[in-house]
């Protein structure tokens, strides 16, 4: 699945392990899911979407 | 993973260590060795296997808390390392197996001893940890299945 989560984190100039702070997660969870390697769960989809304050959609999107 | 996750993880990790160790060699203090003077004690023997039981149940407990301590990721991970590691590891044991318990060792190097009763207690202590894995497998599996249906 590919996402915009790189992109996101870096407009608010935050690193991987800043954000994995922000998500509770770890920074390795971080990476895998914005490299693609990893898809998370719909409640860690929702935690994304709420902290940067876009739909899911808009951050994720199938890779179809 | 953030500081707090990481301590709490080393913490269950080093309590689950260190606990069931003291518990599972707890009887020798308690009771003694099991074997004295090459004679079984049976009443000891209970004692050691019940401490075995106790030492698991804490080691249980406590993996249970480093599961839900670890993130998605982290839960995923110790999944698919216990779903495929371990069917990967029972594989390879299966041949390993069968050419030890054949007498192969024996075979090859005679110096080393071969008996039916060293094969039969080979075989059974080989068999007793795959069963129960793989009745474990089913169990959870279908328990699992059922609670989702």
Request: aromatic share 12%; glycine share 10%; charged share 20%.
């Amino acid at each position: 699945m590919k996402n915009r989560l790189k992109v996101l984190r870096a407009e608010r100039d935050w690193s991987q392990a800043d954000l994995a702070q922000r998500l509770d997660v770890s920074r390795q969870s971080v990476n895998a899911i914005e490299t693609g390697k990893y898809d998370p769960s719909l409640p860690l989809a929702f935690k994304i979407s709420r902290l940067f304050g876009q739909p899911i959609e808009a951050i994720f999107a199938d890779a179809d | 993973m953030p500081d707090q996750r990481r301590r709490r993880y080393w913490a269950y990790l080093a309590a689950t260590v260190v606990g069931a160790l003291v518990i599972s060699q707890a009887p020798i203090v308690l009771v003694g060795r099991p074997v004295v003077h090459g004679v079984i004690d049976p009443g000891r023997v209970v004692i050691w296997s019940i401490g075995e039981a106790l030492a698991v149940v804490w080691a249980v407990g406590f993996g249970v808390l480093m599961f839900r301590n670890a993130d998605e990721f982290g839960r995923q991970a110790s999944q698919v390392g216990w779903y495929w590691g371990t069917s990967l590891g029972l594989g390879v044991s299966a041949p390993i197996f069968v050419f030890i318990a054949l007498g192969g060792l024996h075979a090859f190097w005679p110096g080393i001893p071969a008996s039916p009763e060293l094969r039969r207690a080979f075989t059974l202590g080989y068999l007793l940890p795959v069963l129960m894995q793989v009745a474990g497998f089913l169990i959870v599996r279908t328990g699992w299945r059922l609670s989702k249906g």
